[in-house]
C-alpha cells in the first residue's frame, strides 16, 4: 500500500510536468471519450515519445516499457517512482514475470498504457499488435480500452512529431517546436469487456483503432469537423522511450 502511494504521489507530479513539457512545444491536445473507472488496460497505437508525455498529462496511468530504458540516467529512477512495469525483450523468459507484474498493478487498481505495436510508426499504417501481455487483462478481467492517437498540423506536417528509425531526440525536439497550430489527438473507444483470450482481445482493439483512425482521416481530408473533442490547450492549467515492451 506504501508503495502504491509512493506512485500515485509520483504519478501525480509528472501529469503537471507532462502539461509543462506540452505547453512548452505549443502542442494542445484533444480528447474524446471517456475511460471507465477503475483500473483498465488502454491499448494504443504507437508515434511518438510524445504519446506519453501526452497521456500522462491527461490521464493517471502508467506505463510498460522496454528494460534497457531503466539504465538512462534519471529515467530509470523515474519509472520505478511512476510503477513502470518493466520488460526485458531479449529474453523471452521475462515475459511470464512482466505479464505477473502487469497482473499486480491491475489489481491493485492502477491503469496502465500499453503499445503493442512494439514501436512507433508515422501512423500512416498500423502494424500488428502483439498480444503477449494483453493476456493480464484476461487473467484479471480488467477491461481492455482501445484509445487511437493520431497528431497533426498546419500544411499537413503532423507526422513531424512522430519519431521513428534513427532519429535523435535532441534532433526532433526542433522540428516539433517548429511546427504551427501542432494538435494531439486521443480518442478513448469503446471498452471491451474481459474476453476469452488475449488473441481475440487484441485484434478486436487494433481493428477498432484502425478503424477509429480511418474515420478521422476521412473527415479531415473533406473539411468536416464532428467530433466532441474536449479542446484542452493547457492555457492555464486546470484542474518511451521510443520503441515499447512487446
Not at 509520483?10 to 513539457?21: D, E, K, N, S, T
Not at 482493439?205 to 467530433?227: F, H, N
Not at 493547457?234 to 518511451?240: A, G, K, N, V
Request: overall charge positive; some cysteine; aromatic content about 6%.
Amino acid at each position: 500500500m506504501r508503495q502504491e502511494m509512493v506512485h500515485l504521489g509520483a504519478r501525480f507530479i509528472v501529469r503537471w510536468l507532462c502539461r509543462g513539457v506540452l505547453r512548452l512545444l505549443d502542442i494542445e491536445v484533444h480528447r474524446a471519450g471517456m475511460l471507465p473507472p477503475g483500473p483498465a488496460l488502454l491499448v494504443a497505437n504507437h508515434l511518438s515519445w510524445i504519446d506519453i508525455v501526452a497521456m500522462m498529462a491527461q490521464y493517471d496511468c502508467t506505463f510498460v516499457a522496454k528494460d534497457d530504458v531503466r539504465d538512462w540516467p534519471f529515467v530509470g529512477r523515474l519509472g520505478e517512482a511512476l510503477g513502470v512495469i518493466w520488460i526485458d525483450r531479449r529474453r523471452k523468459r521475462d515475459l511470464h514475470r512482466a505479464v505477473g507484474a502487469l497482473s499486480e498493478a491491475l489489481r491493485q487498481g492502477t491503469r496502465v498504457v500499453l503499445f503493442p505495436e512494439g514501436t512507433t510508426t508515422t501512423g500512416r499504417q498500423t502494424l500488428p499488435f502483439r498480444s503477449s501481455l494483453v493476456e493480464a487483462a484476461v487473467r484479471t478481467g480488467v477491461p481492455v480500452v482501445p484509445i487511437a492517437l493520431s497528431v497533426h498540423a498546419a500544411d499537413g506536417q503532423g507526422e513531424s512529431m512522430c519519431w521513428v528509425g534513427d532519429d535523435t531526440l535532441l534532433a526532433h525536439l526542433p522540428r516539433v517546436m517548429a511546427l504551427r497550430d501542432a494538435t494531439f489527438e486521443i480518442r478513448v473507444l469503446a471498452p471491451l469487456p474481459a474476453g476469452p483470450t488475449r488473441k481475440v482481445q487484441s485484434a478486436a482493439a487494433r481493428e477498432m483503432i484502425v478503424t477509429a483512425r480511418r474515420l478521422r482521416s476521412r473527415q479531415l481530408a473533406v473539411g468536416i469537423e464532428v467530433s466532441p473533442f474536449a479542446k484542452q490547450n493547457f492555457r492555464p492549467i486546470d484542474s518511451s522511450d521510443r520503441e515499447i515492451a512487446r
